[in-house]
């Protein structure tokens, strides 16, 4: 059995999703959410889902263990981040190398790096008067939206889109997609 912990800072409809795909499938437990943000609203579809939600501050994971040591308490194998505003550091990269993938709401590499986080990316998508956009599911390292590009899907981006309607045809590739290619990496497929 393969053990993921979520890692998500705001809503979580992606983390929500991905629960739901694995749902039924006795290879994958999801038996840990873990945010930066206690308000986040992935806290209470946490709850409905019956997992256990944590917070940690900025401050726990850039300069304690307490976050990696959750994890190991846990058995966690790998890693997935959907919606996670933080650089995730160093010893947790070190304890799980290759194990830790994020989706970013835009074809990386345009798009990316700090501050680059949901609305703030469809925004900067309408402004430049890009014509496509898209997902990227990557391995994370050190840099933000750098690691190793596993998946990219596309949508058009029309000239009256507003970043709104950017953003709906993203969540529509990421739910479509991100489950199903971690459980490709997961299992090799
Ligand atoms: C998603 O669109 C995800 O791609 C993006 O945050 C959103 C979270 O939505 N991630 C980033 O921008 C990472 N740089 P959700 O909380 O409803 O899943």
């Known amino acids: ?9 705001g809503s979580g409809s992606n983390a929500e999703n991905i629960v739901n795909y694995f749902k039924g499938n006795d290879a994958v437990a999801i038996p840990l959410i873990i945010s930066n943000k206690k308000d986040a609203y992935v806290h209470e579809r946490a709850k409905k889902l019956n997992i256990e939600s944590v917070t940690f501050s900025k ?6 263990s307490l976050v990696l040591d959750r994890m190991k308490e846990n058995d966690i194998d790998f890693i997935v981040l959907a919606g996670f505003l933080l650089k995730v550091p160093e010893n947790i990269l070190r304890a799980y190398p290759d194990k830790i993938i994020n989706i ?17 990316v469809h925004k900067a998508v309408v402004e430049a008067g890009d014509k496509e956009s898209g997902i990227t599911i ?3 390292n050190e840099n933000y939206d750098e690691g190793a590009i ?8 029309d000239k009256d889109d507003t970043y709104e309607d950017v953003a709906k045809k993203v969540h529509a590739l990421e739910y479509t997609h991100f489950p199903i290619v971690i459980d490709k990496i997961l299992f090799n497929k």
């Not at 059995?1 to 800072?9: E, F, V």
């Not at 401050?59 to 304690?64: A, G, K, L, R, Y």
């Not at 970013?104 to 703030?120: S, T, V």
Request: proline share 7%.
């Open 138 to 140: 990557h391995y994370v």
């Open 59 to 64: 401050n726990d994971f850039e300069t304690t």
């Open 1 to 9: 059995m393969i053990r993921i912990a979520i890692l998500a800072s």
């Open 150 to 157: 596993v998946f990219q899907a596309k949508c058009p981006v």
């Open 104 to 120: 970013h709401p835009a074809l990386l590499p345009k798009h990316g790096g700090k501050g680059m986080y949901g609305d703030n």
